[in-house]
């Protein structure tokens, strides 16, 4: 847990006869930090007017960021409640973005405790794993035209999704196939002037935005010690994205004391080496509900890159174990 200090944690400024506010001094404006230059950020601000030095008013939760702020029209935080080691946050409806505090760690929800649904305009990433690309193809139905073309490449077709009309059409030698980014379509009709076409191209199936099998993994159980050097992938085949996947839970137990563990990827993007940090796990005194931690590092990888792991044990036992870990590890292709 780290501790900051806010400063200034007070400032004191006097409000002229027309209302005005100014510094102490009333020489100029008065100054406080915005939210948005503290260090810890995301803090908020009792206001208290004070006319004639006699207390009339406290407006508490404001969030002052920015150069400028009035007064007139304040803004107020949303109450935030975060409970440590186990990240649970209760809120009231929150109005800014939300940012990590370090890219490519954090996880929404998990493979135990995944949420119900997700209600959102746009999703970005270098892997959606998941969730479907949908598209338009380009091409006017008229009747005649039997050849469509989606943005990108579908290498496996028969996992894709074509509906004509909000109807599912199915993939089959006697209805259409794709090849390459081409959907030719087979059927005695092809679709008509005014037709709606709607292809899915789900991730996974080898579309842009999805992934195209695992090229590389690791399973370790029961390991004490940190590992060296790890092969996932010895060289990939091409310049491109691909996604590092892992799971890492305790194994045995201290009985007293504590210790973590720790693992570091290791790839080449073709402008230099690059490494990327899993989350620590704690390796504790008994099995709990937390006790394993998984996430995905989206990396972008040169011809001939490999790509590998290390791990690193920390701390020990005071008495009993040596506790361990268990490591599943997998690379795939998602260009």
């Keep these: 847990m780290n501790i900051g200090v806010l400063a200034p944690q007070q400032t004191t400024c006097a409000i002229q006869s027309n209302g005005t506010l100014k510094n102490a001094a009333s020489t100029g404006v008065c100054t406080v930090w915005g939210n948005d230059v503290i260090s810890p950020a995301n803090t908020t601000y009792q206001v208290q007017f004070k006319p004639g ?26 109450v935030t409640n975060i409970v440590p080691q186990y990240n649970t946050i209760t809120t009231s409806p929150i109005t800014s973005n939300i940012v990590p505090a370090t890219p490519h760690v954090f996880t929404l929800g998990n493979a135990q405790a995944p949420y119900a649904a997700i209600y959102v305009d746009n999703i970005f990433g270098a892997g959606v794993g998941g969730a479907p690309q949908v598209t338009f193809p380009t091409g006017i ?32 030698s006697s209805t259409y196939t794709v090849t390459g980014s081409t959907i030719n379509w087979l059927a005695p009709t092809p ?78 993007d073709g402008l230099s080496n690059r490494i990327a940090n899993s989350i620590t796990l704690t390796l504790g005194q008994s099995q709990q509900l ?28 005071v008495t009993g174990g040596p506790s361990s870990y268990d490591a599943h590890i997998a690379v795939e292709s998602i260009q």
């Excluded at 990939?236 to 996604?243: D, E, I």
């Design 141 to 172: 139905p008229n009747g005649v035209l039997r050849q469509f073309t989606v943005p990108v490449a579908n290498f496996a077709s028969s996992t894709s999704l074509l509906f004509l009309n909000g109807t599912l059409v199915p993939y089959g």
């Design 290 to 317: 937390f006790g394993s931690v998984q996430g995905v590092i989206p990396i972008y990888a040169s011809v001939s890159s490999g790509i590998t792991y290390t791990s690193t044990v920390s701390g020990s036992c």
């Design 53 to 78: 030095n006699v207390l009339t008013n406290t407006v508490s939760q404001q969030c002052i960021t920015g150069s400028t702020y009035s007064l007139n029209a304040p803004k107020f935080c949303p």
């Design 191 to 268: 679709p008509q002037t005014g037709d709606a076409i709607l292809y899915i191209i789900w991730s996974g199936s080898g579309g842009g935005g999805g992934g195209g099998g695992s090229i590389g993994d690791s399973d370790v159980t029961n390991q004490s010690a940190s590992q060296g050097t790890t092969n996932l992938v010895a060289a990939v085949s091409s310049t491109g994205k691909y996604r590092i996947s892992y799971y890492v839970a305790q194994n045995a137990l201290c009985t007293t004391g504590a210790r973590s563990v720790l693992l570091t990827f290791y790839w080449n």
